[in-house]
């Protein structure tokens, strides 16, 4: 740049000086407005809305579908779509390095590629449509960055699509802008109604996609957070891997009734020389790789078995808080799981089939899992959802599929009856008879939600009558 | 007696002339998008604040990471607000520094004499970028884990010294100990020194250049 030009832009400095204002407190005035509000904006976020809870790592589990931060979900696609390039696509590193390398290395030299000394909007057609062109496209790339490139039924369909929107046509749109700008000396007004119309073809498409790209299930991200959830949750593992061989509280020496395990001797894990003497870290490895030398099976996701890291941990914390002297049980994890029912006192919802479904059944009945559309998360969709809703709680009923299935009956198929249309819940062992009781009795006496509808159906057992089923 | 104060401590300190270096320039007639570089080194500031607070029980390694955490979360008094605002802080963050930069680019601010502020803006953006990279792995749960095996892994598709790359990013050929603690001393110290260094530098230059003008259709 000659001296005669950056004369002229300090001059033009100047008078914008002359007409200008002060730091402080004119600029210094928005700039605290505009942090105050982002400060807001961040406490709300943090408040309401706040870090959603992940299960901790496991390098076992292969199955996880790694995903970046958001940030970088636009590069993400941006590999992937440049993946279906036959052939080019192979080369991994032209879009991991070389793509984002030339992208960077023209944003960090842009003011000695740009040297023009113009700095109006009218003057600058070309970069500014490279870079509208530039933006669209990583808003783009982020929003369809779940959206799958191959659809269930093999379809490249949205494959096609997302790589014309994403690569095809951006690329293109750029080449042309610089031909137009190098080669035919087009006008601005031109320029930039080029690189709408790209922009626009790019947002039509991805909007297709988007569309009909399929939905996502939803994901299972049920977290202890608190000792005493994890302590629940640890227990509700235990009593499903564990309590077949070391029994409810870990006393078991000789193992009893387990096939190809009878009579072997283990020490009783809740004794002070196993709780004293293995570290957390040692019990997690004992439960995830077992004791194969002492027949017991691993149980780690590690080992090809089912049992995340931190399902692994929350059996540990478990037997820590339950049963090691060091540790001070919470009083909350130490309350039975609803109150005990007297003889006619009427369950209810809120009080007892709540924790009851909490602890046993929403962790299948919920939306994203298959349970033949049968929700349980609240009062209204356990009595009106399900494929067998017709049948399944009926008031009064001992027929009720509901009652049926968690007694160890299943439901079989009216048209094929050798085939079960509903197996027994929950699937993998019995409830337990307090529990099967308390459910019963809420469906006999037409399943009152709150605890003064129950109280109100409470009939005082005489004292020769047979109590209430 | 103020008065007697504030001019002792003038005299030794030079607070008139920080006053009229600093405060009182004249600037061009300002404009609302002007607002975001002061907005970003307000979220660096908060980060910075509320990251020290997460250290006192934070732990950088795979055993207690995830627990030190969840202890944040729910053992410490207002743990999670300060979590909270680390964690929105750092999005928001991504997207002001992103668009101050696309302010820039849009009112051609980068031109003469501020080339040398464009050039340390695009490493400011670069690093809190290496910052969002760094901070993602610390809670040590599955998405970060992922996430930072996946990123490390096109960090290692570089020709030649991928390899390289990739066993300095992890510390080895895995995802290990090692790397949470190289991650959490980039995240700590390395990029915050790097970051605080490019900021001074770049407010510096602000101030001797001045903001530029909005551009009018005569510039």
Not at chain 2, 176 to 200: C, D, E, N, Y
Request: net charge negative; charged share 20%; with cysteine.
């Amino acid at each position: 740049m000659d001296d005669k030009s950056k004369k002229q832009i300090n001059n033009r400095y100047e008078q914008e000086l002359n007409k200008g204002e002060f730091f402080w407190p004119d600029s210094i005035f928005k700039d605290v407005i505009v942090s105050l509000g982002i400060f807001v904006l961040v406490l709300l976020l943090a408040t309401f809305v706040g870090v959603a809870p992940e299960p901790k790592a496991d390098p076992s589990d292969s199955t996880y579908i790694p995903r970046p931060e958001w940030y970088f979900l636009f590069l993400f696609k941006f590999l992937a779509l440049y993946g279906q390039i036959p052939l080019l696509g192979k080369i991994e590193w032209l879009a991991t390095v070389l793509i984002p390398g030339i992208a960077i290395g023209i944003l960090t030299l842009l003011p000695l590629i740009e040297k023009s000394p113009q700095r109006h909007y009218s003057k600058r057609a070309l970069p500014l449509s490279i870079m509208a062109i530039m933006l669209v496209g990583i808003v783009l790339l982020t929003l369809t960055s779940e959206v799958p490139t191959v659809s269930e039924d093999g379809s490249t369909l949205l494959g096609l699509l997302q790589a014309l929107a994403g690569l095809a046509i951006p690329g293109a749109g750029m080449i042309v802008l610089l031909l137009m700008s190098y080669v035919f000396k087009s006008s601005a007004r031109l320029m930039a109604w080029t690189a709408g119309l790209v922009a626009l073809s790019m947002i039509l498409i991805s909007g297709t996609v988007l569309a009909f790209a399929p939905e996502r299930a939803a994901e299972d991200t049920e977290v202890a957070t608190t000792i005493v959830d994890q302590i629940f949750a640890g227990q509700d593992l235990y009593s499903i891997h564990c309590v077949e061989c070391h029994g409810d509280d870990g006393k078991v020496e000789v193992i009893e009734g387990v096939e190809g395990l009878e009579g072997e001797k283990i020490t009783p894990i809740n004794s002070r020389d196993v709780l004293y003497t293995v570290t957390d870290s040692a019990m997690v490895e004992v439960i995830a790789y077992g004791r194969p030398n002492a027949g017991m099976p691993p149980f780690g996701k590690a080992y090809g078995a089912e049992l995340s890291k931190s399902e692994i941990d929350y059996i540990v914390v478990f037997m820590r808080y339950m049963w090691d002297d060091r540790f001070e049980v919470p009083q909350e994890a130490l309350k039975p799981l609803f109150p005990p029912l007297a003889k006619g006192e009427v369950p209810s919802y809120d009080v007892h089939i709540q924790p009851i479904v909490k602890r046993y059944c929403v962790s299948c009945h919920r939306a994203g899992k298959e349970n033949n559309n049968y929700l349980m998360t609240s009062y209204e969709e356990i009595l009106t959802t399900g494929d067998n809703v017709d049948y399944n709680i009926i008031a009064g009923d001992e027929a009720s599929y509901f009652l049926q299935v968690i007694q160890e009956t299943p439901i079989m198929n009216p048209e094929k009856p050798d085939e079960e249309l509903i197996g027994v819940m929950p699937p993998s062992r019995a409830l337990k008879p307090n529990v099967v009781g308390a459910l019963v009795r809420w469906i006999m006496n037409g399943m009152p939600r709150t605890a003064e509808q129950a109280a109100g159906l409470f009939v005082p057992p005489a004292p020769e009558a047979t109590p209430t089923p | 007696m103020w008065k007697k104060v504030y001019e002792w401590m003038d005299e030794r300190l030079g607070l008139n002339e920080i006053y009229t270096s600093l405060l009182d320039r004249p600037e061009p007639k300002g404009n609302w998008w002007n607002t975001l570089g002061s907005a970003s080194l307000f979220l660096f500031l908060l980060q910075g604040l509320t990251g020290i607070f997460l250290t006192v029980y934070y732990t950088p390694s795979p055993d207690h990471a995830y627990d030190s955490i969840q202890y944040i979360m729910e053992g410490v008094a207002y743990g999670w607000l300060i979590r909270g605002i680390h964690h929105w802080g750092a999005t928001l963050m991504v997207i002001v520094v992103f668009v101050h930069m696309l302010r820039v680019f849009v009112t051609a601010s980068f031109k003469y004499p501020r080339e040398l502020t464009w050039l340390i803006g695009i490493g400011l953006l670069l690093a809190t970028l290496g910052m969002g990279f760094t901070g993602y792995l610390l809670p040590w749960n599955q998405r970060a884990y992922w996430a930072t095996t996946v990123g490390t892994q096109i960090a290692g598709t570089v020709p030649f010294i991928g390899e390289f790359i990739l066993k300095a990013l992890r510390g080895g050929p895995d995802l290990s100990a090692l790397t949470l603690q190289r991650f959490f001393s980039a995240h700590i110290w390395m990029l915050p020194a790097v970051l605080a260094g490019f900021i001074g530098v770049h407010l510096y230059l602000i101030i001797r250049h001045g903001e530029s003008h909005w551009p009018k259709r005569e510039d």
